[in-house]
């Protein structure tokens, strides 16, 4: 729907923006949907003077199934979000990411979402940009936004990963 929208001044006001449950998106579906955009990413580029965006998931998007608490592979969640094109974006310098109901004891339920973190960081990076990226797990009902902790990826760890 807002794809069909012109980009006006209106949009051009919103400086924050949240997706409390990003993890709706595309939620029966199964698999990649070809050509499909993701209609909170198509939003996000519309506000050309974004400065923060906080997103949040569901432990079980991140997740490969509900029963088997292993860790998505990033290409495959890069992949049925389409959030490639939020590289796109030229005025975002913060992302709050945050996971909700991860599984306690089974450390590899937020794997997924670090990665992301990541791979954010590396994509705004080889644009040119510094993009900070906070990570935060909750285990309860919303109350207010926390903040986590920032993620750093240094210089040498970037060029590994894009080899």
Known sequence: M?????????????????????????????????????????????????????????????????????????EDFLDFF???????????????LEGVYPREGEGQTMTCLYEFGKWLIKGFRKRGREVSVHVHKRCGVFVKRSVGPKLVVDEESAEAGQK
């Open 2 to 74: 807002v794809n069909g929208v012109a980009t006006t001044e209106a949009f051009a006001a919103i400086k924050c923006i949240c997706f409390p449950h990003e993890s709706k998106y595309n939620e029966h579906r199964i698999g990649r949907v070809v050509d499909e955009k993701n209609p909170d990413v198509t939003l996000m580029l519309k506000c050309t003077n974004l400065d923060t965006i906080a997103m949040v998931f569901n432990c079980r998007q991140l997740m490969k199934a509900p029963w088997a608490p292993q860790p998505r592979d990033l």
């Open 82 to 96: 389409h959030f490639e094109p939020m590289l796109e974006h030229n005025s975002v310098n913060n992302v709050y």
